[in-house]
């Protein structure tokens, strides 16, 4: 359980699952003091040219994060789309492992969870799951 960032309420579950990934994608890597290597290259990458290298790298610092940072999203598919425009959406297809964060990496069974993360370039993230 933790608090939810809108709200201040109590987030668990699957939102808790979508929050953790909002704020891995969207953490520069150096940026928390007591943990310098919490976060993701995806902040250093929207801004870049989006070319096939830094589409490519994007892929890269995505499964990265996710796989070091949160064990309860398996990511099995990543696509990046509206490059070109300014704005990017990245759409993340994964399997929810709702105990791996203990050991237990068991999938909930026939739930594949979709997650698009959206961001323009005056920093505004937006998550829809």
Do not use: C
């Not at 668990?12 to 979508?18: L, R, T």
């Not at 919490?38 to 994007?58: Q, R």
């Not at 892929?59 to 070109?84: I, K, N, Q």
């Not at 399997?95 to 791996?100: D, E």
């Amino acid at each position: 359980m933790d608090l939810n960032h809108d709200t201040g309420g109590a987030v668990e579950g699957w939102d808790h699952v979508v929050q953790s990934i909002q704020t891995i994608l969207a953490t520069r890597l150096n940026a928390r003091v007591f943990r310098r290597e919490f976060g993701s290259e995806v902040p250093a990458l929207v801004d870049a040219p989006m070319n096939e290298a830094n589409v490519l790298a994007l892929y890269v610092a995505v499964a990265e994060a996710l796989e070091r940072w949160e064990p309860r999203f398996e990511l099995t598919d990543v696509a990046v789309e509206g490059a070109e425009t300014g704005a990017i959406t990245m759409t993340l297809i994964g399997n929810h492992r709702p105990n791996a964060h203990k050991g237990d990496l068991t999938t909930v069974v026939d739930d594949i969870q979709t997650i698009r993360v959206m961001r323009d370039r005056v920093e505004n993230w937006s998550l829809a799951a």
